[in-house]
């Protein structure tokens, strides 16, 4: 069995052909996963859909094979090509499935590098994947070293403080177009985490912010989370509010676009509208001469200034993954070593208990002296068994580890694996 990672992004599809892989319901991604572990090939699968990206991180006993069913179910529900899919997919095996996952993880691979969004939309497939029984042990253990990973970035570099995440961006932006921010009316549509974000960004801009959403309870619990005074307006008046605000940015979680030519007004102002749903919010044949509209791939241009002033530290992040991947394969080996060590020596002392007994037994060791032989025998067998057991954890680094292990299992070990392995990590945000 292997890691795979199936991988799309804005690296390889522009925002058309994302929105068209993104799952928008819970219902939709269970019943994707639960198809793909139909076949013999897949046994554990976690599915992350976000606004950039959708990653398929499974376990395969056959990459070729699980690769091509998930992309052709992949085409089927996108109605995109199989071959089109195929061709830019980015796929990963083995320790390259495990720096991808990593990666992804530290927000490395964000169109925002240092994003601090990302980790946690992992944790909530993975405990998504997990609630429904789609994942085990083995996808527990990789999670587990993926959050720590992303854990060790945080701390050892700035990647994750300031301005960096799309919703900062957007903001960002919006505040380079309208000059001084301060005062100027704000739109924000939606309730989610990216309104969340959008919210707290626009407050600390100067911006006078509004929200609405057709949830209006969940737009109020919103606005009454921030100290700042934060109107809410009910959703009826959508076309109203976006005649008068100067910025709107909009981040639903709608499976088709909300604002379209015929519910868009025209207005006497200048209007800045930032789409930072995928699929988009916003229709794309929108255009009046008093109107720019953003999508995620509009603001590249600040991305590409954010990666170039964190370059440095993205290299740092890097190494940090580079190490971290090694570090998680050694473990994993470690998992299957370290049983091997222990069980030596419980059936060596399984051996001293028996023969030591059937000595008395037969008498030739007085009871009394028991204690002491056994201790004397317990001696011989740590002193023999410690250059044996020094070597088994070199060979951790070994290229033929798997089968020195496998050798050495077969000939004085059981293999019991943990199915209750946890990860520490899960519950963190």
Not at 199 to 212: A, C, P, R
Not at 414 to 420: G, H
Request: glycine fraction near 4%.
């Amino acid at each position: 069995m292997s890691y795979l990672v199936i991988s799309f992004s804005h690296k390889n599809l522009d925002i058309k052909q994302r929105e068209k892989l993104a799952f928008n319901s819970d219902e939709e991604k269970a019943r994707f996963i639960k198809k793909l572990l139909e076949t013999q090939t897949t046994s554990e699968l976690v599915l992350l859909s976000t606004c950039n990206r959708v990653e398929i991180i499974a376990k395969s006993s056959n990459i070729k094979q699980s690769s091509k069913n998930i992309i052709e179910n992949l085409a089927s529900y996108s109605s995109l090509d199989f071959e089109f899919l195929y061709d830019r997919a980015d796929i990963y095996d083995g320790d390259g499935a495990v720096h991808h996952l990593f990666s992804v993880a530290s927000a490395l691979d964000s169109l925002v590098i240092g994003e601090t969004q990302i980790v946690g939309q992992l944790k909530d497939a993975f405990r998504f994947s997990q609630s429904f029984g789609f994942c085990g042990e083995a996808m527990s253990k990789v999670m587990h070293y993926a959050f720590k990973c992303a854990a060790q970035v945080r701390t050892a570099t700035s990647l994750g403080t300031g301005s960096v995440s799309v919703a900062s961006t957007a903001v960002a932006k919006a505040k380079e177009l309208v000059g001084d921010s301060k005062g100027v009316n704000a739109l924000v549509i939606g309730a989610g985490l990216m309104s969340e974000l959008a919210v707290k960004h626009l407050i600390s801009s100067g911006f006078d912010v509004t929200i609405t959403s057709r949830d209006i309870k969940k737009a109020q619990n919103l606005a009454d989370s921030f100290e700042a005074s934060i109107k809410v307006e009910p959703y009826s008046k959508l076309e109203e509010l976006l005649e008068i605000m100067p910025v709107m940015i909009t981040a639903t979680s709608a499976p088709y676009p909300i604002i379209t030519q015929e519910n868009t007004p025209s207005s006497s102002i200048s209007r800045y509208w930032f789409d930072i749903a995928v699929p988009r919010d916003i229709d794309e044949n929108i255009s009046m001469f008093d109107l720019d509209i953003y999508s995620v791939d509009d603001l590249q241009e600040i991305v590409n200034s954010n990666m170039t002033q964190r370059s440095a530290q993205a290299k740092e992040a890097y190494s940090i993954v580079g190490r971290s991947t090694l570090e998680f394969f050694d473990w994993l080996k470690s998992l299957d070593i370290e049983p091997i060590i222990k069980n030596l020596y419980l059936k060596g002392d399984s051996i001293i208990e028996k023969k030591v007994q059937n000595a008395i037994k037969k008498g030739f060791i007085p009871k009394e002296h028991e204690d002491n032989i056994k201790k004397l025998c317990q001696t011989i067998m740590t002193e023999y068994l410690h250059n044996p057991s020094k070597q088994l954890k070199n060979i951790l680094r070994n290229m033929e580890c798997d089968l020195v292990v496998s050798s050495v299992q077969s000939m004085f070990t059981k293999q019991n694996s943990d199915t209750n392995f946890k990860c520490e990590h899960i519950s963190k945000n």
